[in-house]
């Protein structure tokens, strides 16, 4: 059974950083586009970065590129997502899920909250 | 940016009732597009792929259709469980985008 089980959100203040982590399991995790979609509160969908499989290719959406870097441990069947400089519209549940063009398998979600 | 227009932003069905969301992208998509399924408190399940290929463990009820800019997913006989969100996505250019959402509920 595909598993993907996010980590690392917290309240955190406007500037800071965090990293989230997503940890896979029941797949061969090296064999598969990753990415992460996040959701503010009662919001729709947001693509915002994706990761080929041996992670040489990364993708962003605009308003966090330069912020934002989406990393992974095939060793560790591990997704991570460093944010930097955070803003208060980054504010959102933040999946992780398995995919190139779409996404098959998703994460339960790790809300991030950014406020003072 | 690829924007994707979904309607309508709501609607409600009777048990048995086929219901049919639409979909448009500002440019063609070639076929590129996805449709899931969310629960409130959920996160999204994949339901069409490619714009109407089914993704495994998904009910044959759910198909989806379209080409070019216009696609539409139909539900052929809605059920209590069809209940929630559903979205369409692109899938051929970065960034990829999402519709704004479907509220699909029971008569």
């Known amino acids: 059974e595909v598993q993907l089980v996010e980590s690392g959100g917290v309240l955190v203040q406007p500037g800071r950083s965090m990293k989230l982590s997503c940890a896979a399991s029941?797949?061969?995790?090296?064999?598969?586009?990753m990415a992460w979609v996040r959701q503010a509160p009662t919001k729709g969908l947001e693509w915002v970065a994706t990761i080929s499989t041996s992670g040489g290719s990364t993708y962003y959406r605009d308003s966090v590129k330069g912020r934002f870097t989406i990393s992974r441990d095939n060793a560790k069947s591990t997704l991570y997502l460093q944010m930097d400089s955070l803003r208060s519209e980054d504010t959102a549940t933040y999946y992780c899920t398995t995919g190139s063009a779409w996404f098959a398998y998703w994460g339960q979600g790790t809300l991030v909250t950014v406020s003072s | 940016d690829i924007q994707m227009t979904q309607s309508p932003a709501s609607l409600s069905a009777s048990l048995g009732e086929t219901v049919t969301i639409q979909c448009q992208a500002s440019?063609?998509?070639?076929?590129?597009l996805a449709w899931y399924q969310q629960k409130p408190g959920k996160s999204p399940q994949l339901l069409i792929y490619?714009?109407?290929s089914l993704q495994d463990g998904v009910p044959s009820r759910f198909s989806g259709s379209g080409s070019g800019t216009q696609y539409s997913l139909k539900i052929s006989s809605m059920q209590t469980e069809d209940e929630g969100v559903y979205f369409c996505q692109q899938g051929l250019k970065y960034p990829f985008t999402f519709g704004s959402g479907t509220k699909l509920e029971i008569k």
């Open positions: 490619g714009a109407s």
């Open positions: 440019e063609d998509i070639y076929s590129g």
């Open positions: 029941g797949f061969t995790f090296s064999s598969f586009p």
